[in-house]
Every structure is written in C-alpha cells, then in structure tokens.
C-alpha cells in the first residue's frame, strides 16, 4: 500500500485566508451601500439589491430556494452570496459574468428581478437631491451615468469581505480549533471536497460538474454552462459556490434543495465525490465548515 | 517690404518646420508606442500560457491544489488576448497580416480556455477517484481473506493507474483493463465495496483518455508558436516601419539643418538690412531737419518744435545785412562758405547757458531759440553777437569781407512772424542793429488793417457803392467853370464817404485797382458824353502799363465819341517807362485829349519828361498852393513853375485853393486854372458857375 502514498503528493495548504485589509473606496464604497440597500433601482420601487442578497443575516445571499424580484417574480436560480465575491473568478452560478461590474448590471436590467433600464436609473436617481449632491461630491459630476451608479455598487461589493474567521485564524497561527473542527477540515481534504472547495473562497475559481459519479437530476431548466456554450460536455455545470459563511446561506446548491449543511454534504459526497460517508464524518465536516463564517463586513458597521 | 517679405517668408517655414517636426515627432512617439505596446501584449500572453501551464501541471501532480493562481491565470489570458486584439497598431492596414495571425490566434486560445475548463472538471473526478482508492483499497484487507484474488487485482488495477498518472500516458489504461469482478457469494458489505470501488476505478477507465489528451492539449505550444510566428510577421513589417522612419528622420534632420541654416542666413540678412534701413532713416531724419549747408537746424525743425509751444522760447532771428549784394559781388560759393562761418560763428559760447538751438531758417537768415533768458541777458547776447559778426573778418579766398546782421529779438507768439516783422522794421532804420518785438509796432494791426480795406473795396465794388466825384477847375481869367477833375469815392454802407487815399495806395497793390480804374472810365466817359465841359481822369503808369486795361479804355473812348477828355498822369517820378507814356500820349491827343501832370512841384518832378512828352497843363501841388500866402519859399516856387510853364507854353491848374486870399494871389500870378474848395468841393453832381461864389 506504499504505492498509494507515492501516487498522491500532498502540497502546501489549499486555502489562503481572506485578506485583512481588501482595498476599496470608502466613499464610493458608502454611495454603493445606499444604492445597494435602495429600492428606488427597481421599477417598482419594492425591490433592492438587498432584498436577495441579505448582507446583514442572510450571509449575502437569500433565504428562499429562488428569490422575487419585482411583482414578486420568480428567479431561476438560488442567488449565490455576494459576500467574498470579488474573489470568485466569475460571477453568477455559470460564471457569465467575468467580473463584478458585469454581474452588477445582469439583476438591474433583468424583468425578473429589478428591470431597469440605465436611463431609468440615472433619471430615478437624477430626480433625488440626494443623489445628485452624492453623485457631484464623489464623481464630480452634476449628470448621474449608469456606469457611475454600477461602480459603486461594485465597490461597495468589494467592502463586503469577511475576513478573520475563526478558520482563517487557524490558518495563521491564531487561535486553534476544536478536535471535531480539525478532523472536519482533515476530512475536508481527504474525501476530496478540497478538491473543488479551495483558495481563498473554498471554491469559486473554477467551474465544476454537479453529478461527476452520479447523474444529478435537475426538477427543471437551470442556467449551467451548457446554457451559454452548448456544449453538452458543459451539461449541469456551475460554478463551484464559496463555503464562507456556508453555515448561513442556507437553502443550499444552485437549486436551493439541500436544507441543511448536512444534506449538503451528503449530496454533494454522493455526487461529487462517488462515496458514502459516515454520520460521524458528516458532522465533523459540518462543524468545520462552521469555522468558516467571518466577521460581519466593517462598511455595514457605518452609518449611511 | 522686402524686409517684411522676408520675415514672412521666415515665420511661414517656421511655422511649417515647426508643424512638421511636432506632428512627426508625435507620429513617432505613437508608433513607437504602439510598438511597445503591442509587443507588451504578446509578452503578456506567453506568460500567462507558461503559468498556466505551469499550474496545470501542478494541479495534475497534487492531491489538492489552491486554484485561485489557476482561475487567475485563465481570465489574464483571456482579457491579455482581448488587449491584444485591439491593440492600435492593428487597425493600421500595413498590419494587416499581423492582424490576421492575431485573429488566428482566437480560436486557439478559447480553445485553451475551454480545454483548460473541460479539464479542471475531469481532474476533480479523478483525482477524486484516486483518493477514493487510496482511502478505500485498504479497506479490503479487512473485507476481503486474504487468499481472495480480488486483491489481485486491485493491486493490479492501482499499479496501472498510478503507473498511467505518473507518466501521464493513457495507453497504460486501455479497454482491457478489466474492473473487479463481484461474486456472488461476496456479502453485502463486500459487494458494496466492489461497487464503489469499480465506480471510480471505471471513471479512471472512462476519463483517463480524456484527461491526458486535455492535458496534451494544454500543454500544447500551439499559442506559444503562433505568437512567435505573429512577432516575426509583426517584426518584419514594424522593422520595415522603424526602417522608414529612420530614412524620414534623416530627411527630416536633413531638411532641418538646411530650413535652419536659411533662417540664419535671413536673420543675419534681416540684421543687415534692418541696419541699413536704421542708418538711411537716421539720415532721412537728420536731413528733414537739418540745413545741408550749414549742418544747422532747418527751418522744418524749427516750426516742428515752436509748433508745440510746452516751452517758453526766445527767438533771437538774424538776418545777414544785403547779403544778395555779396552774393552777387563775390559769387554764391562764396557767400555760402560766408553763411557756414556765420552759422558757426553765432554758436557764442555765452548762449549755452540758455540750452541753445540753432537754425538757418531762410537764405540769409538764422534764427536761435533760448530758454529761461531774461530780456535785459537777450538784449546784451543779440549785441554781442551783432558785435563778434561785425567785427569778424571773413577771409573766404584771399578777400576779406565784413558782414553785419540785423537781428530781432522776440518771444510772444507767433514767434517767427512777430521777429519777422521787427527785422523788417530794422531794416528801415539803419542805425538799429538788433530791437526787441514791441506789440506797438502795430504790424500785424497794418496787415489787418489792409485786409479789411482790401475785403472793403471789394464789397464796394461788388455793391456798385464806387462812385465817382467831380471837382469843378474854374478858369480865372474867364470866370468859368472849364473842366471837372473825376475823383473816385467809396460811399460806406452807412453813408460815409471814403477819399482815395485811405484805399488807393493798399488797393494798387491788388488787382481790384484795375477794376476801380474801369468803373472810373465808365463813368467819366458817360458824363463827358452828356456835357460840353472837359473832364479829367487820373491815369497813373500802372494803369499805362495795363495793356488790357488800356485797349478797354481806347475802345470805349473811340466808341463814346468823346473829345473833351483829359488825361492826368499821376505820380509822375514813377514814370519808369517813358516811351510807353509817349505811345499812350500820342494815341490820346487823338482824341483830342489835353494831358495834365499832376501834383507838379514835389518828389523827384523831372524836368525832362518836358521835353520828351507833350504836356498841355501843369498841376501845381497842393502842398505848395496852400501855403503861398504864409511861405515866401513855397511862393516863390509857386511862381518859377509858372514862368517855367509860361516859358514852355503850358497851361497851369492850381490845385488846393481853399479860400478867397489864395485865389487872389495865383490870379496875381497869372494862373490858368484855379481848383479847390473855394472854388467847389468834389460832388456826384456838377457845380455850375451859379454854385460858386468868387
């Protein structure tokens, strides 16, 4: 059984803790918050950026298997959490977006969700006093552009990192970790979660086929990968989702059917990993994955 | 304006050069960044390709792998290549090719993307797999006795996996790789594992094929070679480029240098002739105000500076005494070298406390301005300067002339005018040298005065107010009036009545005296015409003299018919021109005209017009007439011009017999004709013998 050891190298640590200090435009990053929390983005004035990504105890993301937008229309997808996502290396589920600014205008514009036009935006915006001083004291414009209104919204999004996990301090030496959290995180690697769930975000730099040892069937039609390139190898691919703060971004996988961590852990071994495993091992994973919620991002500590 | 020509000339290929050489200087510094850029670009690519490459091989090799540098690596590569594309320099159709070969690179690219995706996705499941093994094969051990050929082949199995992962060669896994095969009398335990175990072992059977042709395929140089092959087409065609710039930086270095050794050469020209255009305007302006003769000021300057009067002058204006006789004795080479000595002479050391300026300001005429001089300093410096002309003894070739100089002080505006006028005033009195301008001499009072009397006569004339008087002339023997004299009379607007001698003497100096002489024929002849007395009209030469004016007066004469004209010749001393006189005389006796000479017996009366003119009647002056009975001089020469008269057998008129004792005595005497006011005053009507009273 030597072998086994000499075909499967180890390598240094597969996650990196998230950066302390991320970079970002306080006073762009205030602008975006209130324009983030704003309704006045929607056509009807009842929908925010907010309202599906719940920053303050949803973990960016939002409670119901798919979210409303405006008339309370249904989306077709759960919304992934905004939180951490200036790491992902691309936006949205399958990945379509290659930044955040791409991604910004994908719910604004989309008759499901906030449907708005840029027009619509700089005049809904144009028409507050508010704004227009805002907009003039930050972009020294007295003539509000959509492009504005998306940059600081991105930069609000790139303030909304949360940092300092009690995960991430055990990475660097600060604090340790219960026995049950460590196996967890051993188990993590072992069974092959790392593989996908890894870097800074544990996931979110690569796009990954859900069913890899079993076909995964989908209730209906989502947006994979397939949806954009029509290549039938790209069949039920997603990005593979971040697992900070996985603990509150409950309902879980692109389709919002797993509960619970544990019923995410077991589909995802059962598909993903072509393995049963233990209940045993199945809650120390989860307590691991509990380790990985971070502080609340410092911009919504502000007042706006 | 070959001057401004030039400059023209010059800002234009400056201006030009300029414009050249900044917009190449700007094309240059854009291809050149172009350039650069675009090479960036490539370099950009092959690197992101190596470190994916890189990371790929890493993450094959690796259990687990971060891949973050990954899914880095793979949007740099995609948005390096998007900056490729549209780097600048391709929308350059030179590049055309290089734009192709980038175009072509595309497809690679996404193809490497893709690959690069499609086998991230199969590393998981496999790596997955062979986690699975390792943790699972194990187990069998302790499920399986260990006789079971099962662990056969699953050493098997994992040798040929391993074996194939290791060299990255998928022949190692072929179709005959045979999974576990389950029997029937195995547990359900040990079914189960069978079945997990071949799950992953026939993903590695499935997959391995696939993963190591995605994994060639991403190791592949496919972009690698075609960025070099871009770089060598773009090398070729921007050497070409670089090559062309280079041969149009020499031309333009070349043009340079040439556009820059003319803008010296006419700058240099320019220089030259802004020096000449200064030296002919400083000459220009020095003679525009300066005598040539005497290198003094000229009079231009000097009316320049007392044109604009911010400072008090005194004139001190100095005119060399007959000069003309000089010049016409000595030659005018000489009286110019006299005028240069005088110029310098003038120049008294003493006037240079008064700022002095100097001008020649006519022929013989100099003039010096000085400033804050008291009119006593003036006084003594025009002596001393009258003095040091007077006393020089001007040598000009071996003779010695002495000139002196009248000179007229005077600082009241109009300055050259009011000197002017004294130095004529001088010039009457020849023992005055130098005499300040004194308003009293009335000059300009004299000329205004002449002006309106001119403007006057004219008046008169045009308003037909020119009349004419007749004074009877009473023959004494017979008692009766003879003969009228016509006088000629202005009657003002307001009645008065103006003699001739407030006008005549200023109207002869003009052509209106003419015109006063043809009103007189007109009229005299008129009367002459009506009535049988003689009447008498007042010729002077210069009315002789007029030809015009006397074919006029020959005509009407000839057309009135009249015969009892007489002519009397006025101011006979001025009779310059005697055989005029005799032709005129001859041509009225014609017309049966006696010929009077008036006022006889003052002035220069000469003699020989005697004998030389027929004279029918002597007019004795009034200034003698008057005075007969209270001069015995004037008495006496009363009676020798009328024996005189007596002995060359003339008649005689005595003229200013104002009363009774007159006429008296000039009746003693034998007098022909008496005249005056005891015989009538001038009237516009004739006195008849029943007016007068003897």
Excluded at chain 1, 211 to 233: A, C, M, R, V, W
Excluded at chain 2, 127 to 145: D, G, T, V, Y
Excluded at chain 2, 619 to 625: A, E, L, M, N, V
Aim: a negative charge; charged letters at 20%.
């Amino acid at each position: 059984m030597t072998l086994f050891f000499g075909l499967t190298v180890f390598a240094k640590e597969p996650i990196s803790p998230i950066p302390l200090n991320a970079p970002y435009d306080k006073q762009k990053a205030l602008l975006g918050y209130r324009l983030f929390m704003d309704p006045i983005l929607s056509s009807t004035n009842s929908v925010a950026c907010a309202s599906c990504h719940d920053i303050f105890s949803g973990g960016g993301a939002d409670r119901n298997k798919v979210s409303f937008g405006v008339y309370n229309k249904k989306g077709n997808i759960q919304s992934p959490t905004v939180l951490n996502a200036r790491y992902n290396f691309k936006q949205f589920w399958n990945g379509r977006a290659q930044d955040l600014y791409q991604q910004a205008n994908g719910p604004i514009h989309n008759p499901v969700e906030l449907n708005m036009t840029n027009k619509d935006v700089e005049k809904e915006l144009s028409a507050s006093q508010l704004y227009r001083s805002l907009f003039l004291q930050i972009y020294k414009t007295n003539t509000i552009q959509f492009s504005q209104v998306i940059d600081a919204i991105v930069e609000f999004e790139k303030a909304l990192t949360t940092p300092n996990s009690r995960f991430d301090r055990y990475l660097r030496g600060e604090k340790s970790l219960s026995q049950d959290e460590i196996d967890g995180y051993t188990l993590f690697k072992q069974v092959g979660c790392i593989t996908c769930h890894n870097g800074i975000n544990l996931g979110g730099n690569s796009m990954q086929k859900i069913g890899l040892f079993e076909e995964y069937k989908n209730q209906k039609n989502y947006p994979d990968l397939y949806s954009i390139t029509h290549d039938p190898d790209y069949k039920n691919v997603f990005k593979v989702p971040t697992l900070r703060n996985i603990s509150q971004t409950a309902p879980y996988l692109h389709d919002g059917s797993a509960k619970t961590l544990k019923d995410s852990v077991i589909a995802m071994s059962r598909y993903q990993l072509g393995s049963t495993l233990s209940n045993q091992e199945i809650e120390k994973i989860v307590k691991f994955l509990k380790t990985l919620d971070g502080e609340t991002p410092k911009i919504l500590k502000e007042k706006i | 304006m070959k001057l401004y020509k030039n400059i023209f000339f010059l800002s234009l290929i400056v201006s030009g050069l300029f414009y050249i050489i900044s917009s190449f200087y700007s094309y240059e510094q854009k291809f050149s960044s172009e350039i650069k850029s675009f090479r960036a670009s490539i370099s950009y690519i092959e690197r992101d390709n190596s470190d994916l490459k890189y990371n790929i091989l890493q993450s094959s090799i690796y259990a687990y792998y971060n891949q973050d540098e990954t899914a880095k690596y793979v949007n740099l590569l995609q948005s390096d290549y998007d900056h490729l594309k549209n780097e600048s320099i391709l929308d350059d159709s030179n590049y055309a090719d290089v734009k192709s070969h980038v175009n072509q690179l595309s497809p690679i690219v996404n193809d490497k993307i893709n690959s690069i995706q499609k086998y991230l996705i199969i590393n998981a499941g496999i790596k997955n797999s062979f986690i699975f093994l390792s943790r699972e094969a194990s187990k069998s051990n302790a499920l399986f006795s260990s006789n079971d050929p099962i662990h056969l082949q699953i050493t098997s199995l994992i040798t040929t996996f391993s074996n194939a992962r290791r060299i990255l060669d998928s022949d190692y896994i072929d179709s005959n790789v045979n999974l576990l095969s389950s029997d029937v009398n195995y547990t359900q335990e040990q079914k189960e594992f069978i079945t997990k175990f071949n799950l992953h072992a026939a993903y590695l059977k499935n997959n391995f094929k696939e993963f190591i042709s995605l994994v060639n395929i991403i190791l592949e140089n496919n972009i690698n070679t075609k960025l070099s092959s871009t770089n060598k087409v773009f090398d070729n065609i921007s050497t070409h480029d670089t090559q062309i710039l280079n041969y149009f930086t020499f031309f333009i270095i070349t043009i340079s240098s040439i556009l820059f050794g003319i803008i010296i050469f006419l700058l240099i020209k320019i220089a030259n002739e802004n020096k000449t255009l200064k030296a002919t305007q400083t000459q220009l302006d020095y003679l525009l105000t300066h005598d040539k003769l005497t290198s003094l000021f000229n009079r231009y300057e000097f009316e320049q500076l007392v044109a604009s009067p911010n400072t008090e002058y005194t004139l001190l204006l100095i005119n060399v005494d007959k000069f003309k006789q000089v010049n016409d004795l000595y030659g005018n080479s000489i009286g110019n070298i006299l005028l240069q000595e005088i110029s310098k002479l003038i120049q008294l050391e003493v006037l240079k406390s008064y700022i002095p300026k100097y001008f020649r300001v006519g022929g013989d005429e100099f003039a010096i301005l000085l400033q804050q001089i008291s009119t006593h300093d003036a006084n003594i410096v025009a002596n001393s300067l009258s003095n040091t002309i007077l006393s020089h003894d001007f040598v000009v070739s071996d003779i010695s002339i002495h000139v002196s100089v009248s000179i007229a002080i005077n600082h009241e505006y109009p300055l050259f005018e009011n000197a002017d006028m004294t130095l004529k005033h001088i010039k009457k009195l020849p023992e005055i040298r130098y005499m300040f301008f004194d308003k009293k001499m009335n000059f300009l009072e004299t000329i205004k005065t002449n002006i309106n009397t001119i403007n006057l006569v004219e008046d008169a004339i045009a308003e037909d107010r020119i009349v004419t008087f007749y004074q009877p002339i009473l023959n004494i023997k017979s008692k009766k009036i003879e003969k009228y004299e016509a006088l000629v009379r202005i009657i003002e607007k307001d009645g008065s009545i103006l003699t001739p001698y407030t006008f005549l003497p200023i109207v002869q100096q003009t052509n209106l005296y003419q015109d006063i002489t043809k009103i007189m024929i007109e009229n005299v002849l008129q009367k002459a015409k009506v009535n049988s007395y003689r009447f008498s009209i007042n010729f002077s030469m210069q009315d002789i003299s007029n030809i015009p004016l006397m074919e006029i007066f020959f005509s009407q004469l000839e057309s009135s018919n009249v015969t009892n004209l007489d002519i009397e010749l006025l101011e006979t001393e001025h009779l310059y021109n005697l055989s005029m006189v005799k032709d005129f005389i001859l041509k009225v006796k014609k017309f049966g005209c006696n010929i009077l000479i008036d006022d006889f017996g003052t002035g220069y009366s000469n003699f020989s017009y005697f004998s030389e003119l027929e004279i029918d009647i002597l007019k004795i002056d009034g200034s003698i007439t008057k005075e007969i009975n209270h001069n015995s001089k004037k008495l006496q020469i009363f009676k020798a011009i009328s024996s005189f008269s007596d002995a060359i057998g003339t008649k005689t008129v005595a003229e200013f017999v104002e009363n009774r004792e007159i006429y008296k005595t000039i009746e003693e005497i034998g007098i022909t004709y008496a005249q005056g006011y005891f015989i009538g005053k001038p009237s516009p009507i004739l006195l008849e013998e029943d007016d007068i009273t003897i």
